[in-house]
């Protein structure tokens, strides 16, 4: 059976001098819980899927996880379109595949003002998807993709909030699915994230360049299958900034963000169709907003 290959990015990014603080430089957007049950699982062939976020930020937190005054809430929505193709060609004993993402969303930050467009383009030249294998008695599939999101989001320097990031990030990530018992998964993707320099940062921040910190986060599950179709288990997410954000080249002390999220979730497939919820509620934050979020997502397999 052609199985699903599965990756998504949400393209909010909301600028750091009037949301967090003057000292910090904000991470993009990146796929935070937006892909999860049976994600290493996939096979030659064509997948479409459509991705919606939603999230309410009701807490903006500084670099020891306090919240700083004057500062409101931020609700935000996106949506993704992601086409993933697997040929028959293997390198390495992987099916060799690309992929692209594109994404729009709008965001309200209150006082801080508002945005909405197109977010930045994703796109991958090299996937390599491996069928499953198994470790001792334990089956697992994995996969390897090399994405690159491209500088095309909605940007101005005149607002202190936007969809795109005016930078070129280098996204990598692995990807695996393990059945450790039966009719149970887990799945984890772990990414690296580095961000080039934004030479036409908001005129708020005072800058004439900044640049995002190095980060690496991941998405984590495990499930059970009740029955034929339908797996419910928690789903959760974890970022960490690895080196210190760059402002005019200087680096920037105690702003590196981090962020971790748990919550339920559930994939019900049919035929070629599945259809995933999942929720999370956020803790351990630190430069950046927390609250939660919801991620519906609907997949077709050709």
């Not at 690309?98 to 383009?121: D, K, Y």
């Not at 940007?155 to 936007?162: D, E, G, M, P």
Request: proline share 5%.
């Amino acid at each position: 059976m052609l199985k699903p290959l599965q990756r998504a990015l949400s393209l909010i990014l909301l600028s750091s001098t009037s949301l967090v603080a003057q000292t910090h430089v904000a991470e993009p957007a990146v796929n935070l819980g937006d892909t999860s049950f049976l994600d290493g699982v996939a096979g030659p062939g064509v997948v479409i899927e459509e991705i919606g976020d939603g999230a309410h930020e009701g807490t903006i937190v500084d670099g020891s996880g306090n919240p700083i005054s004057g500062t409101g809430t931020v609700n935000n929505i996106s949506e993704l379109t992601h086409i993933a193709w697997l040929t028959h060609k293997t390198i390495l004993g992987g099916w060799y595949g690309t992929e692209v993402v594109a994404a729009a969303a709008h965001v309200n930050a209150g006082s801080a003002g508002q945005s909405g467009g197109l977010g930045a383009f994703t796109v991958s030249p090299f996937i390599l998807q491996w069928s499953e294998q198994k470790i001792g008695n334990i089956p697992i599939d994995q996969r390897v993709v090399f994405d690159f999101d491209l500088p095309t989001g909605a940007y101005t320097q005149s607002s202190a909030v936007n969809i795109g990031a005016n930078t070129f990030t280098v996204h990598p990530y692995y990807a695996i699915t393990a059945f450790p018992a039966k009719r149970v998964e887990t799945s984890w993707r772990v990414h690296y994230l580095w961000n080039s320099t934004n030479d036409s940062p908001p005129f708020a921040t005072g800058a004439q360049s900044t640049q995002a910190g190095q980060a690496i986060h991941f998405n984590a599950t495990t499930a059970y299958n009740f029955g034929k179709h339908l797996w419910i288990g928690p789903n959760a997410y974890y970022l960490r900034q690895i080196t210190d954000g760059r402002d005019n080249g200087v680096s920037l002390r105690n702003s590196p963000e981090q962020v971790g999220a748990i919550g339920p979730g559930m994939v019900w497939n049919s035929g070629r169709w599945s259809f995933y919820a999942n929720g999370y509620h956020e803790f351990d934050v630190k430069n950046r907003p927390e609250g939660n979020k919801i991620v519906l997502r609907v997949e077709k397999v050709f």
